[in-house]
């Protein structure tokens, strides 16, 4: 099925209801409709059909999801990358594909300067030109029928080899990630959502809700304005926010003190962890809204979803206590398994599989199966390391640690690359940084072992004079440190800002000496 069949039929139900806003122009989803139908007319022409695979250079706008719809109408394959991922990756992720067009906005096409790649693409096509011919030419309305299996979305991730893993999102994966989504996100017939994740954009477009483009780009978080984003929301009287961390705590500090976020009555928050010392900022500039904390990741989106209100005094003091990052019950629609030892295969039998699971509150790496997690990757590329085929499933590794207690809640432990061994203990990162934040209120610590030396570094308030030095002495001493470092500023992921730059923290303690 063509995933573009449901956005249709959506778009035909809501008729006159908006589809977009952005900045002072509206879309209503007939109309968008139409336009996505115009730009596939224009496609068709230029040669595009299905089985191309397309690389799509525009950034959060309208016009990025009339091009996404148009292109899957006619079974093509749209391939995104991150310009800021750098050039050497972003020419390894080239490599990957074959690729028959290049469609962008004006700038983007600077990038062929720099890129080799982008110059040996057949077809170039800027997004101002086809829109401006689409206006000449009528909407033919066809969707081209797909098997489930059809390839729709093509983006790129890290791989421990230092080669890109393509992630193929199916038209039927991104189906049942909407279907999930949509059980879960508790949806309003009203709902005005600001869109910062276009996986929450394309449920809205399903969904039938309305859709707020920021004015603000959000491709660097840390030059975000909070202020200006602030006015945009109780402007066009945003009702929800499915946002990163970084992105939900910048607004919540800037409004902290008002009523300026009161329009929000649910706040989703995911692509990164959130400790309990968060919340409390969180509740103060959310004042109005519900507070749902997901946990999931590339491969997998949802895999687990709190509601704040669960986190009870029994849970935080659990948390406090270096049991593990608290993320609630993982979502119906997901199996959910703690796997143990050094004998996992990508290939292996139902029983030597069950054999690894880990016991209630056991450690163990978390692996998840259900119809919205990734099967495989483009080529096979990081099945290897990633992926467990049985009989009855194919799971997914996600490389986190973690457990389950007897009630069925998953609690994080980091990634299983930053745990270490020391003796008979082993020090998990979530365990240490979530009792250090909540305990002594810094707003991120990174726990890792580097040069033989047990390491955990403290981000400074911004406020506030930080950590005294006895504290940092009995932190050392408690979990055996070799360094308490203090930094001003922990680096952190491109993408939502949320998660810990290993490889740049690295560097910037040998660069400190």
Not at 16 to 39: M, N, P, Q, W
Not at 217 to 222: E, L, N, R, V, Y
Not at 240 to 254: D, H
Not at 434 to 460: D, M, Q, S, T, W
Request: hydrophobic share 40%.
């Amino acid at each position: 099925m063509n995933l573009v069949e449901i956005l249709e039929k959506t778009a035909l139900d809501k008729g006159t209801y908006l589809a977009f806003i952005e900045k002072k122009e509206t879309l209503d989803y007939s109309t968008f409709l139409e336009r996505a139908g115009k730009v596939a007319t224009v496609l068709k022409s230029e040669g595009i059909q299905k089985g191309d695979q397309i690389l799509l250079l525009e950034p959060i706008s309208t016009r990025l999801y009339l091009f996404l719809v148009a292109l899957w109408s006619l079974g093509a394959t749209v391939v995104i990358f991150d310009p800021s991922a750098g050039r050497a990756h972003i020419e390894k992720c080239l490599t990957r594909v074959e690729l028959k067009a290049f469609i962008g906005m004006r700038k983007a096409m600077l990038l062929k300067c720099i890129l080799p790649s982008l110059r040996r693409i057949p077809k170039t096509l800027t997004v101002d030109r086809l829109l401006k011919q689409s206006e000449k030419v009528a909407a033919e309305g066809y969707v081209e029928p797909l098997e489930d299996e059809a390839p729709a979305l093509i983006t790129f991730t890290s791989g421990s080899t230092n080669i890109p893993k393509a992630i193929v999102r199916t038209h039927y994966f991104l189906i049942k990630q909407y279907e999930v989504l949509d059980q879960t996100m508790d949806y309003q017939e009203d709902d005005i959502d600001l869109a910062t994740m276009p996986v929450f954009t394309l449920a809205n477009l399903a969904k039938g809700i309305t859709t707020v483009i920021p004015d603000d780009s959000f491709s660097d978080i840390s030059k975000l304005n909070a202020r200006r984003l602030i006015q945009q929301i109780k402007k066009q009287h945003i009702t929800r926010l499915s946002s990163s961390p970084t992105v939900a705590l910048l607004l919540a500090e800037a409004a902290k003190e008002t009523d300026d976020l009161a329009s929000i009555r649910r706040l989703n928050i995911g692509g990164g962890p959130i400790f309990p010392n968060m919340l409390p900022v969180l509740k103060q500039g959310f004042k109005a809204a519900a507070i749902t904390i997901v946990y999931g990741s590339s491969e997998a989106e949802p895999i687990s979803e709190l509601d704040s209100t669960q986190l009870t005094e029994d849970i935080l003091n659990q948390m406090k206590q270096g049991k593990g990052l608290f993320v609630g019950k993982p979502v119906n629609a997901v199996t959910c398994q703690l796997v143990k030892g050094s004998k996992l295969k990508s290939q292996m039998t139902e029983e030597e599989l069950t054999a690894t699971f880990c016991k209630i509150n056991e450690p163990g790496e978390i692996i998840v199966t259900g119809e919205h997690v990734l099967k495989t990757y483009l080529q096979g590329i990081g099945d290897e390391e990633n992926k467990i085929k049985t009989s009855r499933a194919i799971w997914h590794r996600t490389g986190d640690l973690g457990c389950l207690d007897e009630s069925g809640n998953l609690w994080l432990l980091g990634r299983a690359m930053a745990t270490t061994k020391r003796e008979a203990h082993t020090l998990y990162p979530f365990a240490i940084e979530c009792e250090v934040c909540v305990h002594y209120n810094v707003p991120r610590a990174a726990y890792l072992f580097h040069k033989g030396k047990h390491l955990l570094i403290i981000e400074e308030p911004q406020e506030g004079v930080g950590l005294k030095v006895e504290d940092k002495a009995y932190i050392k001493e408690k979990y055996q440190l070799g360094e308490v470092i203090t930094l001003k500023q922990i680096p952190l992921d491109t993408r939502h800002r949320a998660k810990v730059e290993y490889g740049k923290l690295i560097k910037l303690i040998e660069k400190i000496g």
